[in-house]
């Protein structure tokens, strides 16, 4: 069993920030690439960042510059800081995984239930 948990989420004014925490527990062998993904009313889900084990990252056209993802490997945790927010940034914000479990040592792709993010004055 594997849960993900985010937090962080809430209302904000623009140009706020905000930092989102995504913790990860269960019967983990190992994390791979960690991301954050949203979606707004009526809208798919999008990425909005992602980042390797290595801690290589990328990120969406519409947040570089403004949101930073990171990770702490001794914690199972990937974070997402977030500067300058817009009201285009409002929406349910999701962290996923590709986790491998023990005991049996199969991996996937696991999400967590999201956090809203809601920017406005």
């Known amino acids: 069993q594997v849960q993900l948990v985010e937090s962080g989420g809430g209302l904000v004014q623009p140009g706020g920030s905000l930092r989102l925490s995504c913790a990860v527990s269960?019967?983990?062998?190992?994390?791979?690439?960690m991301g954050w993904y949203r979606q707004a009313p009526g809208k798919q889900r999008e990425l909005v960042a992602a980042i390797t084990r290595a801690s290589s990252t990328n990120y969406a056209d519409s947040v570089k510059g403004r949101f930073t993802i990171s990770r702490d490997n001794a914690k199972n945790t990937v974070y997402l800081q977030m500067n300058s927010l817009k009201s285009e940034d409002t929406a349910v914000y999701y962290c996923?995984?590709?986790?491998?479990?023990?005991?049996?040592?199969?991996?996937?792709?696991?999400w967590g239930e999201g956090t809203l993010v809601t920017v406005s004055s």
């Open positions: 996923n995984a590709f986790i491998t479990t023990i005991p049996n040592y199969t991996g996937r792709v696991y």
């Open positions: 269960g019967n983990i062998f190992r994390i791979n690439d």
